[in-house]
């Protein structure tokens, strides 16, 4: 992913809320969200590196990651990113204890933003900064550089999540989605110095990036929200580097149940029309 907005315990009716915008190149081989077949989890999937960049399951559990953009590098690790939240959500470690862990092997990775959480916590790591943080109530958002940096599309996507929680309005995939759908790009004074030229600077600042040169924007749209009586709901929206919507998957499941009880219900839709911004 390279956004990700995150409503931790703002509501009791809902205490976990997650939106998020995953950039790439549209040439990277991939598969959408789908119920993987060898593990009770949902997810798309890397079909370069075999990893994932968000995924739900058991228990409630989520994870997902960023890449920190960063100059002088061409963001290659000697392992895939896309192996930390699978982990996570193949085991039943706690989320502090899973990061604690893994973060012997974190210098194996390019930079990156990781985002792990269950039914009882939710925390951040990064190979960048130091530390495990544990999240509190509040609203978090997460790009390609420090945690909860003021980047403009963590703070237009931060501000966009607060207004979903401020009025009577139903609070649902399709509402977030139209939220994360945003291509407002950020003033000039307000830009992020990553090493990148301006001009590229300027076209990644959206929350929503339309392919442009290099055939590089935002391929789906995910929505993770776990309701207060226990049920669940995953959506992903995918994208064609045109910004047409081409497909959307749905499913629901309800907590607490034993791991092997859980059922995914599924319902993919393929859409031809670009959704409303």
Same mark, same amino acid.
């Given at each position: 992913?390279?956004?990700? =907005?995150?409503? +931790?315990?703002?509501?009791? *009716? +809902?205490?976990?809320?997650?939106?998020?915008?995953?950039d790439?190149?549209?040439?990277?081989?991939?598969?959408?969200? +789908?119920?993987?077949?060898?593990?009770?989890?949902?997810?798309?999937?890397?079909?370069?590196?075999?990893?994932?960049?968000?995924?739900?399951?058991?228990?409630?559990?989520?994870?997902?990651?960023t890449?920190?953009?960063?100059?002088?590098?061409?963001?290659?690790?000697?392992?895939?990113?896309?192996?930390?939240?699978?982990?996570?959500?193949l085991?039943?470690?706690?989320?502090g204890?899973?990061?604690?862990?893994?973060?012997?092997?974190?210098? *194996?990775?390019?930079?990156?933003?990781?985002?792990?959480?269950?039914?009882?916590?939710?925390? +951040?790591?990064?190979?960048?900064?130091?530390?495990?943080?544990?999240?509190?109530?509040? =609203?978090?958002?997460?790009?390609?550089?420090?945690?909860?940096?003021?980047w403009?599309? !963590? !703070?237009?996507?931060?501000?966009?999540m607060?207004?979903?929680?401020?009025?009577?309005?139903?609070?649902?995939?399709?509402?977030?989605?139209?939220?994360?759908?945003?291509?407002?790009?950020?003033?000039?004074?307000?830009?992020?110095?990553?090493? =990148?030229?301006?001009?590229?600077?300027?076209?990644?600042?959206?929350?929503?990036?339309?392919?442009?040169?290099?055939?590089?924007?935002?391929?789906?749209?995910?929505?993770?929200?776990?309701?207060?009586?226990?049920?669940?709901?995953?959506?992903?929206?995918?994208?064609?580097?045109?910004?047409?919507? =081409?497909?959307?998957?749905?499913?629901?499941?309800?907590?607490?149940?034993?791991?092997?009880?859980?059922?995914?219900?599924?319902?993919?839709?393929?859409?031809?029309?670009?959704?409303?911004?």
């Amino acid at each position: 992913m390279c956004l990700i =907005i995150i409503a +931790h315990r703002m509501s009791p *009716d +809902h205490p976990l809320v997650l939106a998020a915008n995953r950039d790439e190149f549209f040439s990277r081989p991939t598969r959408q969200a +789908h119920e993987w077949p060898d593990a009770a989890i949902i997810a798309g999937r890397d079909l370069r590196a075999g990893g994932t960049w968000l995924g739900v399951g058991r228990g409630g559990r989520f994870a997902a990651v960023t890449n920190i953009r960063e100059s002088g590098g061409n963001g290659a690790g000697r392992r895939s990113r896309g192996e930390l939240p699978l982990g996570f959500l193949l085991g039943d470690e706690a989320p502090g204890e899973y990061l604690a862990g893994r973060s012997a092997a974190f210098g *194996d990775y390019a930079g990156f933003n990781l985002l792990v959480g269950d039914a009882e916590s939710v925390c +951040h790591a990064s190979n960048r900064w130091p530390g495990i943080r544990e999240l509190g109530r509040g =609203i978090y958002g997460l790009s390609n550089g420090a945690s909860d940096s003021n980047w403009p599309k !963590v !703070v237009r996507g931060k501000g966009k999540m607060a207004e979903v929680f401020s009025g009577d309005a139903a609070i649902d995939a399709d509402a977030l989605i139209a939220r994360m759908r945003d291509e407002q790009q950020a003033g000039e004074a307000e830009l992020p110095d990553t090493g =990148i030229p301006d001009v590229q600077e300027k076209r990644l600042s959206s929350m929503f990036i339309p392919a442009g040169e290099g055939n590089y924007g935002t391929r789906c749209i995910s929505v993770f929200i776990r309701r207060g009586d226990g049920a669940c709901e995953f959506t992903e929206r995918n994208f064609a580097a045109n910004g047409e919507c =081409i497909g959307r998957h749905d499913f629901a499941f309800s907590l607490p149940q034993p791991p092997q009880m859980i059922q995914f219900t599924r319902c993919d839709r393929s859409s031809r029309s670009t959704p409303a911004s």
